[in-house]
């Protein structure tokens, strides 16, 4: 009997990339700016993280600092700090996502229902100004108003609540913090919501009107659940920041006397990283924020994939 041998059209894995190369090298190449600046920026520092389980010396380097496994994750876990400064970040992050992550939905949802055009850009332009600002700016602005004599601070005076610096009491702190935060975000957050709203289709809107559905059904059973998608995907990534409470504002507006409800693992940070040369302890605790917020990306998206259908991966 003649033999026959079995020809496979199955292609390796190298031919296929080799030929994609060769048929889409000008998109790769465009992409390659971007591949480079996340090797350089964020995947090489990566190395710099075993200094957290070194007693890290400079003059010794990386490799030459002895190893001392998790000993700067326990002396942090035990310290003083941890439960203060967990339950700030947290708090911070938390009322941050329960009132800021709404309000550009909300402000979506409202210019999406105004018909007069000329009002609907004026609304745009005046809440888009403040992401502009430098937050040095904001800042300065913010200690201007909730000073003693600030505008702010007399409107609290005038309701009987509080006669003084608010940025000197620390009930205010997390209250300023997120509110000042909506202000300046709210507009260009909702950039995203209203192109997701201008490309809703229409004739969706036509049909609800002939069934007879109001405004207010057409946002319930139309807008909304269009809008889901993209909400549930930008709500993903906000949790996965939960942990990461920039420290540039905080430490532009606390001070010592309201450590006990601003002072969050950012600042931390920096005081003992910067300010006190302890980079293996910071370097520590900034993993242990990092590990968190990774964790919470994961399970949100499971949790997300599994309730909605919709997830990042």
Excluded at 187 to 208: C, D, F, M, P, V
Aim: hydrophobic share 50%; with cysteine; charged share 10%.
């Amino acid at each position: 009997m003649a033999e026959h041998k079995v020809v496979s059209n199955k292609k390796s894995p190298l031919i296929i990339l080799q030929k994609d190369l060769a048929r889409n090298k000008h998109i790769y190449l465009i992409v390659l700016p971007v591949v480079i600046y996340y090797f350089v920026f964020h995947y090489l520092p990566m190395y710099g993280a075993l200094i957290a389980f070194k007693d890290f010396r400079p003059s010794r380097g990386v490799w030459g600092s002895p190893w001392v496994g998790f000993k700067h994750f326990t002396d942090f876990f035990s310290s003083y700090y941890f439960a203060r400064l967990l339950k700030n970040t947290l708090a911070l992050s938390i009322y941050s996502l329960i009132f800021g992550f709404p309000a550009p939905i909300i402000l979506a949802l409202l210019l999406n229902e105004v018909r007069v055009s000329w009002y609907k850009r004026v609304v745009q332009t005046v809440t888009y100004i403040p992401h502009f600002i430098s937050l040095v700016i904001i800042c300065g602005i913010i200690v201007n108003f909730v000073r003693t004599d600030g505008i702010i601070s007399q409107m609290v005076k005038y309701l009987g609540s509080y006669d003084g610096n608010l940025l000197m009491n620390p009930n205010y702190f997390r209250s300023i913090y997120v509110a000042s935060g909506i202000w300046q975000h709210v507009g260009w957050s909702s950039i995203i919501y209203l192109a997701t709203l201008a490309g809703i289709n229409y004739e969706l809107y036509e049909a609800a009107l002939i069934d007879g559905a109001g405004r207010w059904k057409q946002t319930l059973y139309i807008t909304l659940p269009c809008l889901l998608p993209t909400i549930t995907i930008l709500l993903i990534l906000q949790i996965g920041s939960l942990m990461n409470v920039g420290f540039e504002k905080v430490m532009l507006l606390y001070n010592p006397q309201i450590y006990d409800t601003a002072d969050v693992i950012s600042t931390f940070v920096y005081r003992q990283g910067i300010l006190s040369a302890q980079y293996s302890f910071s370097s520590a605790v900034g993993l242990f924020n990092s590990v968190i917020n990774c964790t919470l990306v994961i399970l949100a998206n499971k949790f997300s994939k599994k309730m909605t259908e919709n997830s990042l991966w």
